[in-house]
């Protein structure tokens, strides 16, 4: 199994840029634009633990703990 991309932002907003647009950032770096969700499963998740979400996917055999960190 290949190794998914997870992007990780901190979410604080700075001078130059607030929340919304960190979040639009995010999206376009992820590639949301030209993902196909027709009849497809995708987890979209906001969340603090995400290495106990990746942990939790291999135990329950939806995937493996390989990954590409990606910080925005």
């Known amino acids: 199994m290949e190794a998914s991309n997870v992007y990780f932002t901190s979410f604080k907003a700075t001078e130059h840029e607030n929340l919304l647009q960190e979040l639009h950032r995010l999206m376009k770096t992820a590639g949301f634009e030209t993902i196909d969700f027709t009849d497809k ?3 979209i998740k906001i969340h603090f633990e995400w290495k106990s979400c990746i942990a939790h ?3 329950i055999g939806l995937g493996s ?4 960190l990606i910080t925005i």
């Open 57 to 59: 996917a291999v135990k």
């Open 65 to 68: 703990d390989q990954y590409n």
């Open 41 to 43: 499963y995708a987890a």
